[in-house]
Nanobody, 123 residues
Framework: QVQLVESGGGLVQAGDSLRLSCAAS????????LGWFRQAPDKEREFVAA????????DYADSVKGRFTADRDNAKKTGYLVMNTLKPEDTAVYYC????????????????WGQGTQVTVSS
């Protein structure tokens, strides 16, 4: 069992940066892949990024590739999503997720979810 709590969201201007954190509890955290999804108003929740438990592999949606970086510190049981060059279309609630296997881009494949943190990017 893994519990996840996101933080770090806020209101920023286009071109700014933010770092989201995902604090985990649960003894098995280190073996879980960590994912990031987002959901804008009236839209489906979509995949943003994922990182394997060893941090040896990452995957990114095309819309954020080159701007966002997923990282994790297993000793601190914390995952991070560093978001650079933010755009108004990045505005959404951001969720972190965990699963006890390799990562997936499909929401249904993830077992545990945080409550989300709002990111708003003004133009």
């Amino acid at each position: 069992q893994v519990q996840l709590v996101e933080s770090g969201g806020g209101l920023v201007q286009a071109g700014d940066s933010l770092r989201l954190s995902c604090a985990a509890s649960g003894r098995a955290y280190r073996t879980y892949a960590l994912g990031w999804f987002r959901q804008a108003p009236d839209k489906e929740r979509e995949f943003v990024a994922a990182i394997t438990w060893s941090a040896g592999r990452t995957d990114y949606a095309d819309s954020v590739k080159g701007r966002f970086t997923a990282d994790r510190d297993n000793a601190k049981k914390t995952g991070y999503l560093v978001m650079n060059t933010l755009k108004p279309e990045d505005t959404a609630v951001y969720y972190c997720a965990a699963r006890n296997s390799g990562f997936s881009r499909y929401r249904r494949d993830w077992d545990y979810w945080g409550q989300g943190t709002q990111v708003t990017v003004s133009s």
